[in-house]
């Protein structure tokens, strides 16, 4: 069953207080809406964090507004009546009513306490218990109220909400039980990266009969703080093990406290599982549930554009006001960009990715999971800025289509891609590592087939690169500061430095301080270095792509690219772009396509970042490395691009997106 590419997911989580529930509700005019603004797929409600149920179930608790009525049952025949699919929501664990009801059901933390959202948090500052899903009482009591919904309607698919346990919980009698027999009974961050997947997969298990039963071609998908990992068995690809789940759904509000840089890291993972997927926005100015607010309509067509230009769908996220009636705005802001997603899908149809280079997660149960992530989308930040087109993988992922691979800060060597590095690196592959990348899970130095040789980690921080003049003539004659600790490393015969490593004169401590940051630079260079390179490898000895992500320092980037210059890696298409140019390349059988977006998010709110306004193409060329004479670039349903000089394309004075195709650029040549 193909995803359905336009969807809305319609949030209704509506305190028992509101008394006047439905008192506008016109249920042709809400499905009327969504027709009119090109949506094709509407999550509708079963039940809500408050624990109010939105049809008349036997089992568990109707809002006590509704007085009998069946808003869900309306909302699918009116929705499916005009050909739009109607998926239902569920939540799991967080369910206000149960909680107060059975609090037995709830997650237990490690002291004792029972599990609550943070005071003062994000999402809610009232805070929601967390249920224990896995509690064999609460998760029976699911299984009949599932089984109930699938019974009394047509079911598209469900999505099941809050699958995850408090990074503290999991310790009420049975679950600690159930750890001990998975040997992670034990408070620890490592324990809870493993135990967290295993819950979800667990669940998904023990809940999909309940609906796969009645409806099996219902998609399902289980919401939960995904956990990545490079051990392709503890990752994302071990969630549909026999759970029914076989989409993704990326929950990844840019206005909310994911930002602009979470979306591309995850993106680029989940297309390489294997399934279709979707990325899910919202059309708020912050975040769920901001009644009366509408970002601009520049932020949620980067935000639609660049889900469809990486081969997903879109998802956006709205609240059913109580009253009934959908806000007119959004419905307009929706509807302004649906129209335009629509009209690029057959541009889309049948392509795939093409990916030049790989990053390999630093996403495992032994690295703290806000280094990897902040590693992880660093790296893809930063290859992004210099247009080359990475793919996240884990050490499943065959190596040889890449043109270099990547080993994050925090990569952790496994046994299965060990090997797959050794076979790449022999038959010529390139590899780029950073950092503790190249260390397996007990820190043992895991590259032994490359030249080089780790003295340990370097005790002072902030320290200085220095470009060495051959590799870089204009960076050698200022020394730049690194703002985190690296390590010491040298490498053996064949090796050369490309940057040095300079020591400040001390580090900065109550007795030992110089002005208002840190002691400058001494004379000398340190004896290990910070960068080097050899046969098709280079090594920085610091975090480099974390430490991009936190702190912004151009230079890192500038440096990697020289790096990848030394590997001969250059793109394939986009060289020369505006850094704020993002370029997505695909291959439609044998025509190339690219999309190019121009949209930059200003930082210029408190909170989040502000996109406002789309960008200019004007004056940017396109450079595309082996356009045969005889293909032409031309916009997509419009104009052919001049071509200046072979492979060199003007691009025009349009803002925004630009889609372009190349008929037959991989089509053979005679």
Known sequence: MTLPTRQIHLDFHTSPLIGDLLSEWDVDAFADTMVN??????TVFAKCHHGMSYYPTAIGTPHPALRGRDLLGEQIRALHARGIRAPIYYTVGWEETLAHHHPAWRQLRFDGRHARQEPGGTVNPDKWWFMSYLHPQYLAYMQREVAEISVRYPVDGVFFDIVFYHPDAGFEDPIRLLRRQHGIEAHTPGNYALWNPLSRRLFAQAIAPSVLNKHPEARLFFNSAHTFSVDA??????????????????????????GYYHFPRFARHVATLGQPWLGMTGRFQRMWGDFGGIKPQAALEFECFRSQAHGGANSVGDQLPPRGTLDPAAYQLIGAVYAQVEAAEPFYQGS?????????????????????????????????????????????????KFQAVVLTDSTVVTAPLREKLRAYVAAGGRLVVAYRGGLDEMGVWALDFLPVHLHGELAMKPTYWRAHPDFWPEASRSDRVFYEPGLELEGKEGVRVLVDRVLPYFERTDEHFMSHFQAPPVRDPHPFPAVIAGERFVMFADPLFGTYRHYGSTVYRDVLARALAELELTPLIGAGLARTVLCLPRRRGADLIVTLLHYIPVRKAIEGDVLEEA???????LRIRGV?????????EGPSLLQTEPGVFMLPPTRGRLLIELPGYFAPQP
Do not use: Y
Request: proline share 5%.
């Open 628 to 636: 045969p004479p005889t293909v032409e670039a031309r916009i997509f």
């Open 352 to 400: 795939e990715a093409l990916n030049d280079i790989a990053v390999v997660l630093g996403s495992h149960h032994s690295v703290p999971e806000h280094r990897a992530a902040l590693a992880e989308e660093g790296a893809v930040l930063a290859l992004e800025e210099l247009h080359l087109n990475p793919a996240v993988i884990d050490d499943q992922i065959e190596l040889s």
């Open 233 to 258: 068995e503890q990752g994302l690809r071990s969630v549909d093990s026999g759970s029914g789940q076989h989409h993704w759904e990326i929950e990844s509000l840019p206005s909310g406290f994911w």
């Open 615 to 621: 960008s200019n193409f004007a004056g940017e060329v």
């Open 37 to 42: 603004a090109h949506v094709n797929s509407v």
